[in-house]
């Protein structure tokens, strides 16, 4: 079919370039045209020989053997003087000839056909290998994974719950003989990057046994019945390997919620893969040792059928690692790359709050790279500082000109945030102010948490909620202005205080309501708003600009009584542009000795008079 084809393009390029070349040659070999006036002249003067007439067209040749043409508007005035002077007339029918009226008619519908066939051959070879994948299955890989549970850390209940299935696989008389049946499915469900891939492989290496890999798309195809008949190969090839691990990486891709009544398309092709890897998993046999692993972060869009016992039996829930985690997935990673005597993992892991273990893979290679770029052979805490600060803030825009009176605006709004965090109470400690741009943010200060909270009481998102507000509060105070530097702060804060109102009944005027519900992923989703009255929302707005108000003449206050530490601090920010916590104490210090010393001579001032 495919040398058909080409050799159909070959043909038509040739006709092509062939009609170009007779064109050409036409054009090359044409005969001079001259006017009916000057033919005229040339017949008195008894200087034409001969005539070829073909309607009104006239190839006329001169005594001197010139051929010439020439367009004549009255042909039958003209043959009785062409006879008068003695000329040869030769005539011509100037109707087409019959050749070329058929190929006027032939070739366009040739060439329409030929459009046609070559858009159905495209068509078929599509068909074609959409056949082929049905009946030739998809080519499901298997492997003998090198990953062990010495790879995986910060995930120990997940560990624990896998263990007996390791011994299941290694083990399945042992279980046999006393009834048990291996759990059919797993699914492991939680953010992005915490290690559920990892974990899948880390079970198939422990247990040494076969390790199909797949994900959730690979079944999904334009043509319904590709996906089902990929889930029915894989079982097939896998029972042939008993006992093995099949493993569907974002299965929501395939398992999504099936909607009510008829479908068409893709969703009916998703349908029924759905359908296929439900029937698989119910027909499995006793001895038949298969199990299915699979990993979503969007448990909120499966199908029930899909979750009920018997097919996804257990449900593992991989979250972001705490402190104790993160530090034993750090030195997980540490191993491959070499360290300064001084690297402290401990500081490092509490200071990385909230990170995945793929975000700290990511932190050591960052600060390998670091270490790199000024050809060191060891890693330091420096690298791993500067190594965070891009992850989290983005690169260091070194090339930004800024104005003075930009950077002062700056100093003073993180200066604003500092102050309020040591002077609220509940708050996470001072780690780093900088006034250096990263990423989007012009300036930041960092708090590093002395432990993970999993539970926030009231005082200490109001403590957030003032810090926020901090800067801008900062800069009306010390500047006497306002400017779009806020602009994140209020967001957050705005955030904070709406779902101490909505979610967490924190509000005493509302009451310990939930007015809005999460929407169960693992992706970041907003709560969505559940239903209630024009005069419920009227009093929410006004209890979560109550709680903004507040929290902002807090702020107010708190920083008009520290003013003289917020100018020193924002002019030691100006010259050194990065203050960590103990830097800051020194200028807090500083602030303190000089107020004293202010209010002695007040004092002293006061006696004498």
Not at 398 to 416: C, L, Y
Request: hydrophobic letters at 40%.
């Amino acid at each position: 079919m495919v040398a058909f084809i080409r050799t159909l393009y070959i043909l038509v390029l040739v006709a092509i370039l062939g009609g170009i070349v007779v064109l050409f040659w036409r054009m090359e070999n044409q005969r001079p045209t001259i006017s009916y006036n000057e033919f005229l002249t040339s017949l008195e003067n008894n200087e034409i020989t001969e005539v070829n007439i073909k309607g009104s067209t006239i190839r006329l040749k001169d005594t001197f053997d010139r051929e010439f043409t020439t367009f004549s508007p009255d042909i039958q005035s003209l043959v009785p003087r062409l006879l008068e002077k003695s000329v040869i007339i030769r005539g011509q029918d100037d109707r087409p000839s019959p050749v070329w009226t058929l190929l006027g008619i032939v070739l366009p519908v040739l060439l329409i056909m030929l459009a046609w066939f070559l858009l159905a051959s495209k068509q078929m070879g599509k068909a074609d290998e959409g056949e082929s994948d049905k009946e030739k299955g998809f080519n499901f890989a298997t492997s003998a994974t090198p990953i062990t549970f010495r790879d995986v850390a910060g995930v120990p209940e997940a560990k624990e719950e896998l263990v007996e299935i390791i011994d299941f696989l290694q083990k399945p008389k042992k279980y046999s003989k006393l009834g048990a049946v291996i759990p059919r499915g797993i699914l492991f469900q939680g953010p992005p990057g915490t290690g559920k891939t990892l974990l899948a492989k880390a079970i198939a290496g422990e247990a040494g046994v076969p390790f199909y890999s797949i994900s959730g798309s690979d079944f999904v195809e334009m043509f319904v019945g590709v996906g089902a008949s990929r889930v029915r190969d894989l079982f097939r090839e896998a029972k042939k390997n008993t006992p093995c691990i099949i493993f569907i990486d974002e299965i929501d891709a395939v398992g999504g919620l099936r909607g009510a009544g008829g479908a068409s398309g893709g969703q009916d092709e998703r349908g029924q893969t759905l359908n296929a890897l439900l029937v698989e998993m119910d027909g499995f046999s006793t001895d038949e040792t298969i199990i299915i692993l699979a990993a979503t972060n969007r448990p909120d869009i499966l199908d029930p059928a899909l979750l009920r016992p018997g097919r996804f039996d257990r449900q593992i829930n991989v979250l972001p690692p705490d402190v104790k985690g993160r530090l034993e997935i750090l030195k997980v990673h540490a191993r491959k790359v070499p360290l300064a005597p001084d690297v402290d993992m401990e500081n490092i892991a509490r200071s990385t709050p909230g990170f995945t273990g793929a975000e700290l893979a990511s932190l050591v290679n960052e600060a390998a790279i670091i270490a790199g770029r000024t050809n060191r052979k060891s890693i330091d805490n420096n690298d791993f500082d500067v190594a965070k600060d891009r992850i989290l803030m983005g690169i260091e825009r070194k090339g930004m000109v800024i104005s003075e009176s930009d950077r002062q605006t700056m100093a003073f709004h993180e200066a604003g945030h500092a102050i309020l965090t040591q002077f609220l109470p509940e708050t996470d400690p001072i780690h780093k102010i900088t006034i250096i741009p990263r990423g989007r943010a012009l300036g930041h200060t960092q708090q590093l948490p002395l432990q993970d909270r999993h539970a926030y009481p009231k005082d200490y998102l109001l403590s957030r909620i003032t810090i926020l507000l901090g800067g801008r509060v900062a800069e009306e105070i010390a500047l006497n202005q306002q400017t779009t530097g806020a602009e994140d702060d209020f967001q957050q804060a705005v955030e904070i205080a709406t779902k101490m109102v909505c979610n967490w009944g924190m509000d005493p005027v509302v009451g310990p309501m939930a007015y809005a519900r999460n929407a169960g992923g693992f992706l970041g989703e907003q709560s969505a708003r559940s239903h209630y009255s024009e005069d419920t929302a009227r009093l929410i707005d006004h209890e979560v600009k109550k709680l903004i108000d507040d929290c902002y003449a807090r702020a107010k206050e708190i920083l008009t009584e520290q003013f003289d530490f917020l100018n020193f601090l924002a002019d030691m920010l100006l010259i050194n542009e990065t203050l960590d916590r103990e830097e800051m104490e020194i200028v807090y210090n500083c602030t303190k000795n000089k107020r004293s010393e202010k209010e002695k001579g007040v004092e002293q001032i006061t006696d004498v008079g």
